[in-house]
Protein backbone atom coordinates (compact mmCIF):
# COMPACT_ATOMS: atom_id res chain seq x y z
CA UNK A 1 0.00 0.00 0.00
CA UNK A 2 1.15 3.71 -0.62
CA UNK A 3 1.95 5.02 2.56
CA UNK A 4 0.86 9.09 3.44
CA UNK A 5 2.72 11.11 5.48
CA UNK A 6 1.60 14.73 6.76
CA UNK A 7 3.16 17.51 8.63
CA UNK A 8 3.29 19.28 10.66
CA UNK A 9 0.34 17.17 12.44
CA UNK A 10 -1.60 19.86 14.18
CA UNK A 11 -1.11 24.11 13.28
CA UNK A 12 -2.34 27.10 15.07
CA UNK A 13 -2.65 29.94 12.83
CA UNK A 14 -3.92 33.32 13.57
CA UNK A 15 -7.03 34.39 11.39
CA UNK A 16 -6.15 35.93 8.60
CA UNK A 17 -2.42 34.42 8.51
CA UNK A 18 -1.43 31.82 5.64
CA UNK A 19 -0.77 28.41 6.28
CA UNK A 20 1.09 25.24 4.78
CA UNK A 21 0.45 21.40 5.21
CA UNK A 22 3.24 19.85 3.46
CA UNK A 23 1.64 15.89 1.92
CA UNK A 24 4.28 12.63 0.93
CA UNK A 25 3.97 9.79 -0.60
CA UNK A 26 5.76 6.41 -0.37
CA UNK A 27 5.17 6.39 -4.39
CA UNK A 28 4.82 8.40 -7.38
CA UNK A 29 1.33 9.53 -7.79
CA UNK A 30 1.91 10.38 -11.64
CA UNK A 31 -0.11 8.00 -13.73
CA UNK A 32 0.78 7.07 -17.10
CA UNK A 33 -2.71 8.94 -18.49
CA UNK A 34 -0.78 11.73 -17.43
CA UNK A 35 -2.85 12.14 -14.01
CA UNK A 36 -1.77 13.35 -10.64
CA UNK A 37 -4.10 11.15 -8.40
CA UNK A 38 -3.69 13.61 -5.39
CA UNK A 39 -6.39 15.16 -3.19
CA UNK A 40 -7.10 17.00 -0.34
CA UNK A 41 -9.94 17.07 2.42
CA UNK A 42 -11.19 19.03 5.13
CA UNK A 43 -13.09 17.75 7.74
CA UNK A 44 -14.62 20.38 9.94
CA UNK A 45 -15.53 19.18 13.65
CA UNK A 46 -18.47 16.78 13.39
CA UNK A 47 -19.11 16.74 9.84
CA UNK A 48 -17.82 14.32 7.36
CA UNK A 49 -14.73 14.68 4.95
CA UNK A 50 -15.34 17.52 2.24
CA UNK A 51 -13.42 17.64 -0.89
CA UNK A 52 -11.70 20.54 -1.21
CA UNK A 53 -8.14 19.72 -4.38
CA UNK A 54 -8.39 17.09 -6.62
CA UNK A 55 -5.59 16.15 -9.23
CA UNK A 56 -2.86 18.10 -7.13
CA UNK A 57 -4.21 22.15 -7.49
CA UNK A 58 -8.00 21.72 -8.98
CA UNK A 59 -10.52 23.76 -6.41
CA UNK A 60 -13.37 21.88 -6.18
CA UNK A 61 -16.70 23.87 -6.71
CA UNK A 62 -17.64 26.53 -3.97
CA UNK A 63 -14.20 25.94 -2.40
CA UNK A 64 -12.56 29.62 -1.90
CA UNK A 65 -9.95 30.19 -3.86
CA UNK A 66 -7.78 31.21 -0.85
CA UNK A 67 -7.20 27.50 -0.70
CA UNK A 68 -4.19 26.17 -3.22
CA UNK A 69 -2.63 22.75 -3.81
CA UNK A 70 0.71 22.16 -5.61
CA UNK A 71 3.41 19.63 -5.86
CA UNK A 72 4.47 16.92 -8.40
CA UNK A 73 5.28 13.46 -7.97
CA UNK A 74 5.65 11.99 -4.22
CA UNK A 75 5.59 15.91 -2.49
CA UNK A 76 2.47 17.80 -2.27
CA UNK A 77 1.47 21.12 -0.31
CA UNK A 78 -1.70 22.50 0.42
CA UNK A 79 -1.63 26.30 1.47
CA UNK A 80 -4.32 28.61 2.63
CA UNK A 81 -3.48 32.50 2.01
CA UNK A 82 -5.31 33.94 4.74
CA UNK A 83 -7.03 31.45 7.23
CA UNK A 84 -10.54 32.18 8.67
CA UNK A 85 -12.00 31.19 11.35
CA UNK A 86 -14.56 28.84 9.20
CA UNK A 87 -10.97 26.85 8.31
CA UNK A 88 -10.77 25.19 11.60
CA UNK A 89 -10.62 21.17 11.45
CA UNK A 90 -8.44 18.22 10.26
CA UNK A 91 -7.62 18.40 6.50
CA UNK A 92 -6.29 15.05 4.84
CA UNK A 93 -4.36 14.27 1.90
CA UNK A 94 -5.18 11.35 -0.06
CA UNK A 95 -3.50 8.98 -3.02
CA UNK A 96 -6.30 7.21 -5.34
CA UNK A 97 -3.72 5.77 -8.05
CA UNK A 98 -3.43 2.44 -6.84
CA UNK A 99 -6.04 0.92 -4.54
CA UNK A 100 -6.31 0.83 -1.51
CA UNK A 101 -6.80 4.59 -1.78
CA UNK A 102 -4.81 5.61 1.68
CA UNK A 103 -5.29 9.20 3.43
CA UNK A 104 -2.36 10.74 5.30
CA UNK A 105 -2.71 10.78 9.00
CA UNK A 106 -4.59 14.57 9.11
CA UNK A 107 -3.27 17.88 10.27
CA UNK A 108 -5.37 19.27 12.85
CA UNK A 109 -6.09 23.31 12.20
CA UNK A 110 -7.40 25.36 14.94
CA UNK A 111 -7.26 29.77 15.63
CA UNK A 112 -5.17 30.98 17.58
CA UNK B 1 -29.86 18.20 -3.97
CA UNK B 2 -26.91 15.15 -3.76
CA UNK B 3 -27.86 13.60 -0.69
CA UNK B 4 -26.09 10.23 0.90
CA UNK B 5 -27.65 8.91 3.93
CA UNK B 6 -26.37 5.27 5.27
CA UNK B 7 -28.38 3.51 8.32
CA UNK B 8 -28.01 0.01 9.23
CA UNK B 9 -25.64 0.83 12.19
CA UNK B 10 -25.72 0.09 15.65
CA UNK B 11 -24.47 -2.18 18.60
CA UNK B 12 -23.26 -5.72 17.85
CA UNK B 13 -21.63 -8.31 19.30
CA UNK B 14 -18.16 -9.36 18.69
CA UNK B 15 -19.01 -12.41 15.80
CA UNK B 16 -22.07 -11.46 14.98
CA UNK B 17 -23.35 -9.49 11.49
CA UNK B 18 -24.45 -6.33 10.44
CA UNK B 19 -26.12 -4.91 7.35
CA UNK B 20 -25.56 -0.82 6.49
CA UNK B 21 -27.14 1.07 3.59
CA UNK B 22 -26.67 3.50 1.73
CA UNK B 23 -29.87 5.89 0.09
CA UNK B 24 -28.48 7.85 -2.65
CA UNK B 25 -30.51 10.65 -4.47
CA UNK B 26 -30.41 13.79 -6.56
CA UNK B 27 -27.33 12.02 -8.95
CA UNK B 28 -27.85 9.39 -11.53
CA UNK B 29 -26.54 6.90 -9.19
CA UNK B 30 -25.47 4.31 -11.72
CA UNK B 31 -22.71 6.73 -13.19
CA UNK B 32 -20.75 6.37 -10.79
CA UNK B 33 -18.38 3.46 -8.65
CA UNK B 34 -19.38 3.96 -4.65
CA UNK B 35 -17.31 3.47 -1.16
CA UNK B 36 -17.58 2.62 2.42
CA UNK B 37 -14.67 4.97 4.21
CA UNK B 38 -14.94 4.37 8.33
CA UNK B 39 -13.01 6.39 10.73
CA UNK B 40 -12.22 5.12 14.30
CA UNK B 41 -13.62 7.67 17.55
CA UNK B 42 -11.00 9.88 17.54
CA UNK B 43 -9.02 8.43 14.87
CA UNK B 44 -8.73 9.25 10.21
CA UNK B 45 -9.74 8.16 7.86
CA UNK B 46 -9.56 4.41 6.25
CA UNK B 47 -10.94 3.15 2.87
CA UNK B 48 -12.68 0.19 3.58
CA UNK B 49 -14.50 -1.03 -0.13
CA UNK B 50 -15.33 0.42 -3.42
CA UNK B 51 -17.73 -0.83 -6.27
CA UNK B 52 -17.54 0.30 -9.79
CA UNK B 53 -20.77 1.79 -11.50
CA UNK B 54 -21.96 -2.02 -12.79
CA UNK B 55 -20.47 -3.88 -9.76
CA UNK B 56 -17.65 -5.23 -12.30
CA UNK B 57 -15.40 -4.05 -9.80
CA UNK B 58 -14.60 -4.19 -6.70
CA UNK B 59 -12.18 -3.90 -3.60
CA UNK B 60 -11.32 -4.24 -0.22
CA UNK B 61 -9.00 -3.07 2.38
CA UNK B 62 -7.16 -6.06 3.58
CA UNK B 63 -8.57 -5.77 7.09
CA UNK B 64 -11.97 -6.25 6.05
CA UNK B 65 -11.37 -8.76 3.04
CA UNK B 66 -13.17 -12.41 3.86
CA UNK B 67 -15.68 -10.64 5.94
CA UNK B 68 -16.98 -7.62 4.32
CA UNK B 69 -18.92 -7.60 0.79
CA UNK B 70 -19.98 -4.33 -0.81
CA UNK B 71 -23.12 -4.61 -3.36
CA UNK B 72 -25.41 -2.25 -5.04
CA UNK B 73 -28.79 -2.20 -6.37
CA UNK B 74 -28.61 0.50 -8.99
CA UNK B 75 -32.46 0.20 -9.72
CA UNK B 76 -32.88 1.34 -5.68
CA UNK B 77 -30.47 3.85 -6.00
CA UNK B 78 -28.60 2.35 -2.94
CA UNK B 79 -25.31 0.97 -1.47
CA UNK B 80 -24.40 -1.94 0.91
CA UNK B 81 -22.21 -3.25 3.10
CA UNK B 82 -22.55 -6.80 4.25
CA UNK B 83 -20.08 -6.92 7.80
CA UNK B 84 -20.04 -10.72 9.26
CA UNK B 85 -17.54 -11.59 11.73
CA UNK B 86 -17.81 -8.24 13.49
CA UNK B 87 -14.41 -7.17 15.64
CA UNK B 88 -13.57 -4.48 18.36
CA UNK B 89 -11.25 -3.00 16.26
CA UNK B 90 -14.33 -2.50 13.28
CA UNK B 91 -15.96 -0.14 15.45
CA UNK B 92 -15.89 3.61 13.68
CA UNK B 93 -18.36 5.90 11.95
CA UNK B 94 -19.23 4.40 8.37
CA UNK B 95 -19.06 6.58 5.73
CA UNK B 96 -20.39 6.36 2.28
CA UNK B 97 -18.75 8.38 -0.55
CA UNK B 98 -19.57 8.64 -3.97
CA UNK B 99 -16.64 8.60 -6.64
CA UNK B 100 -16.27 11.17 -9.52
CA UNK B 101 -15.98 8.17 -11.91
CA UNK B 102 -17.66 5.26 -13.00
CA UNK B 103 -14.43 2.71 -11.96
CA UNK B 104 -12.27 2.51 -9.01
CA UNK B 105 -11.57 5.21 -8.05
CA UNK B 106 -10.53 8.50 -8.19
CA UNK B 107 -12.01 11.67 -5.85
CA UNK B 108 -14.51 11.22 -3.19
CA UNK B 109 -16.98 14.51 -3.87
CA UNK B 110 -19.82 13.28 -1.98
CA UNK B 111 -20.24 11.85 1.66
CA UNK B 112 -22.81 10.83 4.03
CA UNK B 113 -23.08 11.96 7.69
CA UNK B 114 -21.94 8.26 8.30
CA UNK B 115 -23.65 5.33 10.34
CA UNK B 116 -21.64 3.96 13.33
CA UNK B 117 -21.01 0.59 14.27
CA UNK B 118 -19.70 -0.31 17.44
CA UNK B 119 -18.53 -3.89 18.14
CA UNK B 120 -18.70 -4.72 21.55
CA UNK B 121 -19.86 -7.75 24.30
Known amino acids: DIVMTQTPLSLSVTPGQPASISCKSSQSLLHSDGKTYLYWYLQKPGQPPQLLIYEVSNRFSGVPDRFSGSGSGTDFTLKISRVEAEDVGVYYCMQSIQLPPTFGPGTKVDIK | EVQLVESGGGLVQPGRSLRLSCAAS????????MHWVRQAPGKGLEWVSGISWNSGSIGYADSVKGRFTISRDNAKNSLYLQMNSLRAEDTALYYC??????????????WGQGTMVTVSS
Open chain 2, 26 to 33: GFTFDDYA
Open chain 2, 97 to 110: AKDTVTILCDAFDI
